[in-house]
């Protein structure tokens, strides 16, 4: 008698049991997955407590035309895009930990857009905005620091937020507004 014949029940039974572990690991998941989503904003047009800090939105402007590579000469951004630039204020005391935040640009049809994108690699611009304070330049965060950040968008885009996002904290957010 081969394998297959002495074990044919044995695979039959199993079939089920397979379909019940996938089953309630996938509702598992999805709600693993619901819940690490950024959804509950924490805005304010002025200063947010968030994660332990304190942060708000001082600048945002569309610098399409104002950017230079590095050897100065002006950086053609690709047709059918606009170039933001966010500046946020951060300040927080001893012992927080914000770092592995994430950056986004929020615009008035809903549309969500990441920091750092490629179409600025030639631009003599910030990289990797963090919301942690350098310790190179600055010696206290309780006293306040800045943070530049920039952005590709759509041409028909007006942004109204900027979001910060720290893992740790999902899945609430910072919504930051200018005042």
Not at 6 to 34: C, E, Q, S
Not at 128 to 155: L, M, N, Q, W
Request: aromatic share 12%; net charge positive.
């Amino acid at each position: 008698m081969s394998w297959w014949r002495r074990n044919l029940w044995g695979l039959i039974a199993l079939l089920p049991a397979i379909a019940a572990l996938i089953g309630v690991n996938y509702r598992d998941a999805y709600g693993r997955y619901w819940e690490f989503q950024p959804r509950v904003p924490v805005s304010s047009s002025g200063w947010v407590e968030y994660a332990g800090s304190g942060m708000r939105l001082a600048e945002l402007t569309d610098v399409t035309d104002q950017l230079k590579d590095y050897s100065g000469d002006p950086v053609v951004i690709p047709g059918g895009v606009r170039a933001w630039r966010a500046v946020v204020e951060f300040r927080y005391g001893p012992g927080v930990k914000n770092g592995g935040c994430s950056f986004h640009l929020e615009d008035d049809h809903g549309r969500v857009y990441g920091a750092n994108p490629r179409e600025l690699s030639e631009a003599r611009v910030a990289r990797y905005a963090s919301c942690e304070a350098d310790e190179t330049k600055v010696k206290d965060p309780s006293a306040g620091f800045r943070v530049e950040v920039f952005f590709i968008a759509a041409p028909d885009s007006r942004p109204v937020a900027v979001r910060i996002v720290l893992g740790t904290s999902l899945p609430r957010y910072a919504r930051l507004t200018l005042a």
